[in-house]
């Protein structure tokens, strides 16, 4: 299985401020050419189910607000969030679809500091 | 609207069976992946398995396979997780997610969750 390992596991933060959350995958999750990266991120406000927000690790989907973007490829990937909103908080997950077992990260718990 | 929505929360005992489902609207059913995914209480998301409702081909974590049993019935857009003995240890919230997925000659490829249900939580307990 891929093991996907986030940091931090928690980060408050002040409203107008940004914040950074990382994920490194155990092997490459990027497909031979083309320059894919199979890594998406979601985020799960309390009660809620998750929500896409980025997919092939910097494609953001419909809707999602500009503020969120994702960079990274091969092992090592970013979620930014520019700018943080009181909606914003909530637990964000990196997962990886390169390969079965799906796997995602432990998640990153973001708060109002 | 597309949607997944799911069956209602569940109080067993252990020992018991359950089967919960997750119907599809607004969306071509048997065109999509539909996979399982497990929360317990307070911690991270894991994946259980998928199924392709076209042809019920299904794939399992192997720590999930012959514990759990996924299917689908493409005549109602609906597929299910099904326990025979529940125990204590199945308790948690369990969410149905929509594969995004491109297509090769002969085959569909699954790819990440672009549609979740609301959830169903289960609860085991004496």
Known sequence: DIVMTQSPDSLAVSLGEGATINCKSSQSVSYNSGGKEALAWYQQRPG???KLLIYWASTREYGVPDRFSGSGSGTDFT???RSL???DVAVYYCLQYYSTPWTFGQG???EIK | EVRLVQSGAEVKKPGESLKISCRGSGYIFTNYWVAWVRQMPGKGLEWMGVIYPGDSNTKYRPSFEGQVTISADKSINTAYLQWTSLKASDSAMYYCAR???FTVPDS???LWFDLWGQGSLVTVSS
């Open chain 1, 79 to 81: 979620l930014t969030i």
């Open chain 1, 48 to 50: 809620q189910p998750p």
């Open chain 1, 108 to 110: 990153t718990k973001v």
């Open chain 1, 85 to 87: 909103q009181a909606e």
């Open chain 2, 99 to 101: 594969h995004r997925s």
């Open chain 2, 108 to 110: 569909v490829v699954p």
